[in-house]
């Protein structure tokens, strides 16, 4: 089964940076576009950033310049390097693909950060 597992939140403060990775398996990765969604809390959950497996990347006007979002398909992995970080930003992040019309998603992990 397609599982995704989400790493690199933490607690960091306004300005500075922290990279998010999230590793993929049961699925052949390099053929689906992956993204990466946030919830803050009372929130509803909202698309951040998402990069096509021809590594077409979208992002979000909020994190336009200030976000990256990379993938690695020799490791099943895709990335999103945060910089300039915001209090705004302070939300659980959670990976996303979809396949065959089912949608998947990592368990999240929590970036704060602090002003």
């Known amino acids: 089964q397609v599982q995704l597992v989400e790493s690199g939140g933490g607690l960091v403060q306004a300005g500075g940076s922290l990279r998010l990775s999230c590793a993929a398996s049961?699925?052949?990765?390099?053929?689906?576009?992956m993204a990466w969604y946030r919830q803050a809390p009372g929130k509803q959950r909202e698309l951040v950033a998402k990069i096509a497996s021809d590594l077409t990347p979208t992002y979000i006007n909020s994190v336009k310049g200030r976000f990256t979002i990379s993938r690695d398909n020799a490791k099943n992995t895709v990335y999103l390097q945060m910089d300039s970080l915001k209090s705004e930003d302070t939300a659980v992040y959670y990976c996303?693909?979809?396949?065959?019309?089912?949608?998947?998603w990592g368990q999240g992990t929590q970036v704060t950060v602090s002003s």
């Open positions: 996303n693909t979809m396949r065959w019309g089912n949608i998947y």
């Open positions: 049961g699925i052949t990765f390099r053929l689906y576009a």
